[in-house]
């Protein structure tokens, strides 16, 4: 019989932080030096979340990019499609990615070729693609969404249009009961996300009773069911801050905890478990280190590149999810 494991818990930094680095330091006088912003999604380590220039979800890294009319470069702290979507919105902008190899399991899920051979046989489909796929895939869609306005977007469709959602089936689902809106939804998941199971949340919920739960869309129905609220990580940056409790169990990768260390003061988290282990961590998120991105700064590589072609037709969805998002 496997014994269980000891729960993480992480308390609120405070303002406590120790020194920066001297990689650190090296970042932020490379970054002065290059004219360049670090965007960092809220799964990187905490190190690169103290170099960046925000730190947030897919919708506000969104935001920023394309907002980023003054840097000469982007530097994004994510996976390979966070960074494409810098490079949609600037196309005249160096977008740099530390780890080109950091890819993502839902967005390869989802094939383009796959998805134009399903749009050939049912012309009318409206394809909503979470912001988690590739850039190719995107150029197919009709529009974006992230998971914190995913169901604002599906709710935009009009009426009279059947939807595939892509690539994210989980989040679909739970898109489908908020909204009631019947979608067709794409076989893909993240592996990160389904890794959590409803028997160890339940176990967390009981060594911390009074503590919510807060559930990310991408998990498991089963796993959505036990949730005091299911949310964006934004969502759940504010969640906790107006909250009362004292206490949060965070069901999503673990390095979400890092951000609310910084941000909500007096509080204390718990890292969602799995049967395997007191944390969840994305193993390609990982693959980023303040070493990579000192040396992605200092080489100005690698570098995302697209064809022109890709990007002028994944702009239009991704610019009408900003629009709709407002």
């Known amino acids: 019989m496997q014994t269980a494991f000891q729960l993480k818990t992480y308390d609120s930094r405070n303002g406590d932080l120790p020194p920066l680095s001297a990689i650190q330091?090296?970042?932020?006088?490379?970054?002065?030096?290059?004219n360049a912003i670090i965007l960092a999604h809220n799964y990187q380590n905490a190190e690169i979340q103290r170099v960046a220039d925000f730190v947030g979800d897919s919708l506000g890294l969104s935001y920023c990019a394309e907002a980023a009319k003054d840097a000469a470069a982007i530097v994004f702290c994510g996976v390979h499609f966070m960074a494409e979507v810098a490079k949609i919105v600037n196309p005249t902008k160096k977008v740099l990615l530390p780890v080109l190899e950091a890819g993502c399991s839902l967005a390869d899920s989802c094939d383009a070729a796959e998805l134009a051979a399903v749009k050939a046989k049912n012309p009318n489909l409206c394809v909503v693609a979470y912001i988690?796929?590739?850039?190719?895939?995107?150029?197919?869609?009709?529009?974006?969404?992230?998971?914190?306005?995913?169901?604002?977007?599906?709710?935009h469709v009009p009426a009279d249009k059947e939807i595939l959602f892509v690539p994210d089936q989980n989040l679909g689902s739970w898109v489908m009961r908020q909204t009631g809106r019947k979608m067709r939804l794409w076989p893909g998941s993240c592996y990160a996300h389904i890794l959590f199971s409803a028997a160890e949340?339940?176990?967390?919920?009981?060594?911390?009773?009074?503590?919510?739960?807060?559930?990310?869309?991408?998990?498991?129905?089963?796993?959505?069911?036990c949730a005091d609220i299911v949310c964006s990580t934004e969502k759940m940056v504010n969640f906790c801050r107006e909250s009362s409790a004292k206490t949060f169990i965070i069901v999503t990768e673990t390095n979400m905890i890092s951000r609310l260390q910084n941000e909500v003061?007096?509080?204390?988290?718990?890292?969602?478990?799995?049967?395997?282990?007191?944390?969840?961590?994305?193993?390609?998120?990982?693959?980023?280190?303040?070493?990579?991105?000192?040396?992605?700064?200092?080489?100005?590589?690698?570098?995302?590149?697209?064809?022109?072609?890709?990007?002028?037709?994944?702009?239009?969805?991704?610019k009408r999810m900003l629009e709709w998002s407002k």
């Open 201 to 225: 949340i339940r176990r967390a919920r009981a060594e911390f009773p009074e503590a919510p739960v807060l559930v990310h869309p991408e998990c498991v129905e089963s796993v959505r069911e």
């Open 265 to 318: 003061p007096g509080k204390k988290f718990v890292a969602g478990p799995t049967a395997n282990c007191a944390c969840n961590e994305c193993m390609f998120m990982k693959m980023n280190t303040v070493e990579k991105v000192r040396d992605c700064l200092k080489n100005m590589a690698p570098e995302i590149t697209l064809p022109e072609d890709i990007r002028q037709a994944a702009y239009i969805p991704i």
């Open 132 to 155: 988690n796929c590739s850039a190719a895939v995107k150029a197919l869609s009709d529009v974006i969404c992230t998971s914190g306005n995913a169901q604002k977007i599906v709710e």
């Open 25 to 34: 330091q090296e970042i932020l006088q490379l970054k002065k030096e290059r």
